[in-house]
């Protein structure tokens, strides 16, 4: 027979291989050695999308800007576009070296924020 755990029915989980009961710390099922996965994989938040990064965004901004290709990855498509139709112009390079300069001088989480908030292809991050 089992042995009779001593701790409360709240720690325990029962082996995904034998079904015999187990404490919720357990890695490796003591009856039948099969792993235990732990609950903690699955933070509620999954369905959000992935921070962007600040040091991504103006690199791209410095040495692709000219082209918008720091507008693509900041969600704002519709001035990526417009980037890479003035491109020959060279306006959207000076542009992208600023914006590229104030992203990197932009806190992480700040800038994070910033791109969490944009709205539409033609927002603008700042
Ligand atoms: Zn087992």
Not at 40 to 52: D, Y
Not at 63 to 73: P, Q, V
Not at 112 to 122: E, L, N, V, W
Request: proline share 9%.
């Amino acid at each position: 027979m089992d042995q009779a755990p001593e701790t409360t029915i709240s720690q325990m989980t029962y082996c995904h291989g034998c079904s015999k009961p187990l404490h919720i710390t357990a890695v490796a099922c003591p009856q039948c050695g099969s792993p235990q996965r732990q609950g903690r994989a699955s933070p509620p938040n999954t369905q959000l999308p992935p921070e962007k990064s600040k040091v991504t965004a103006g690199i791209l901004a410095l040495l692709l800007g000219g082209i918008g290709i720091h507008k693509f990855y900041t969600g704002a498509w519709g001035w990526g576009i417009v980037y890479i139709v003035l491109c020959l112009t060279y306006i959207p390079a000076l542009v992208a070296l600023v914006e590229g300069i104030r992203y990197l001088t932009l806190k992480q989480p700040e800038f994070a924020q910033k791109a969490a908030r944009m709205d539409g292809p033609f927002a603008f991050l700042w």
